[in-house]
């Protein structure tokens, strides 16, 4: 394993830092260290396309005056000329920065937190070269033998690693954070007559031992298949099936309506929505900063808050936002433990872990029960919708669900509407939650959805 400082360095220099910021006249200060190692390894056509490994440190500081400003740098060295430089150019930033309502850091009385959120697994640490390369061969393989109309195995990717966090403030609060992480991805080329599709799949995790290549170098021919040489459909109103992954990129779309910054500055159309009904029953919607093995995991936020689990959406019923400290104490409201931030960035509202509650049905029983509908594998543009309107309308391919199974292939249609009116026509939620990154998604099924097509 390769270690690239010293904890008690880390420490030490936070703590110098923290005296000299209050020393020079800030209010308040918080940092934050960031370390990690990164792996990755890629072919391409079968060839080695790409073999490196990187590692990466930064040291922000971020000082607070007292009448609402706040300013940020960074440095990547604990040297100590850097440290002096990063400690003038927080300054510099914080006298020139606006006011604004609300600013603080987090001040209860530190909390000792010994819960195991299962971030880190050995097995990431003893990795080879070898093992990357073997991983990768087998992806290409599995994906080039799965499909007849395969012709070519694109990519083939892997990559690892790991990294520690530490934050600390001159209210007297300090955590440190430490994970692993492995992700694998596949892309392939299918052929057929005139027809050409690419499709793909990836996942990342914590742990090594829930990641399987060989379910991605499948699943990516699978995708591909389902859509090749799909024709568009009539023009009408269809039943909708969305594929887990479509659900996890609605979901995430979903997280921006729900985010207090967002709501602040007018830009969520659940602007004043706190408590109304918007979506069906079977919608609910959770975000859980404590999900054992979870990539979005962590004991505390950017700010030094402890994470939790917050329900945002009961039962179709809008029930809380996300905040950090600022918008919280703006809203009257305690921090959700939502501060996001990087090194060299301040903090604002994210969401750790967000995904769906799932429901109790088989994806193969929706499927029987959904003769006619379109099974939906791939949304398109869902970065252009509109979240004030909730107004949009998007590409979207797939294939018409036959006899308990997607069948005919289906491309070049629109769907359109807006995003209450589909969380309102949601009939089921399967059962099979999946996490793409930091997003959950399981199938999903709605109703009555205006398509565009021939």
């Known amino acids: 394993m390769i270690e690239g400082f010293r904890r008690a360095d880390v420490e030490k220099a936070a703590s110098w830092l923290l005296d000299e910021a209050l020393k020079c006249g800030a209010a308040q200060a918080d940092l934050l260290w960031s370390w990690g190692v990164h792996n990755a390894f890629s072919l391409s056509g079968g060839e080695p396309e790409e ?49 604004l309502e609300g600013l603080g850091l987090y001040d209860e009385d530190p909390v000792s937190e010994t819960v195991d959120l299962e971030l880190e697994d050995p097995a990431v640490y003893a990795l080879s070269s070898r093992d990357r390369l073997d991983f990768c061969r087998r992806m290409s393989a599995i994906a080039g033998e799965a499909d007849r109309r395969v012709v070519s195995v694109r990519s083939a990717s892997w990559d690892d690693g790991w990294g520690e966090e530490f934050y600390a403030s001159t209210e007297g609060r300090s955590f440190w954070h430490r994970a692993t992480f492995a992700a694998c991805g596949v892309a392939v080329v299918l052929e057929e007559g005139d027809a050409v599709e690419m499709g793909g799949s990836e996942g990342e995790v914590r742990s ?10 499948v699943e990516a021919v699978r995708k591909a298949g389902l859509v090749l040489g799909g024709r568009p459909l009539p023009t009408g109103r269809y039943s909708l ?42 919608i609910t919607l959770v975000d859980d900063g404590r999900l054992p093995g979870a990539m979005g995991s962590t004991l505390v936020d950017g700010e030094g808050v402890p994470t939790g689990r917050t329900v945002l959406m009961e039962k179709g019923k809008v029930s809380s936002f996300l905040y950090d400290l600022r918008h919280a104490r703006l809203e009257g409201r305690s921090s959700t433990g939502n501060a996001a931030r990087g090194v060299g960035t301040l903090p604002d509202v994210g969401p750790h872990n967000l995904f769906l509650l799932p429901g109790s049905l088989k994806p193969e029983a929706i499927y029987r029960s959904c003769q006619g509908a379109l099974f939906v594998t791939e949304m398109l543009g869902l970065h252009t919708v509109d979240t004030v309107s909730g107004e949009f309308s998007l590409g979207i391919k797939g294939a018409l669900i036959r006899d308990g199974l997607p069948a005919e292939p289906v491309a070049g249609v629109t769907v359109a509407g807006t995003i209450l009116e589909l969380l309102s026509r949601v009939r089921a939620v399967g059962d099979d939650l999946r996490f793409f990154g930091t997003i959950g998604g399981c199938t999903l099924v709605v109703d009555d959805a205006a398509i565009a097509g021939l």
């Open 51 to 99: 073999d490196r490994m990187g590692s990466a440190q930064g040291l922000g500081l971020r000082l607070l005056d007292g009448v609402g400003r706040q300013g940020v740098a960074f440095v990547n060295s604990l040297d100590r000329d850097r440290l002096c430089d990063l400690l003038q150019w927080s300054l510099h930033n914080c006298r020139n920065a606006e006011i």
């Open 208 to 217: 090594l031992s829930r990641l399987s290549p060989s379910f991605h170098a």
């Open 241 to 282: 099936v969305f594929d887990p992954e479509v659900t996890a990129d609605f979901v995430d779309l979903l997280g921006e309506l729900f985010l207090a910054s967002n709501i602040r500055r007018n830009s969520s159309l659940l602007r004043g929505r706190l408590g109304e009904t918007v979506g069906s029953p079977g």
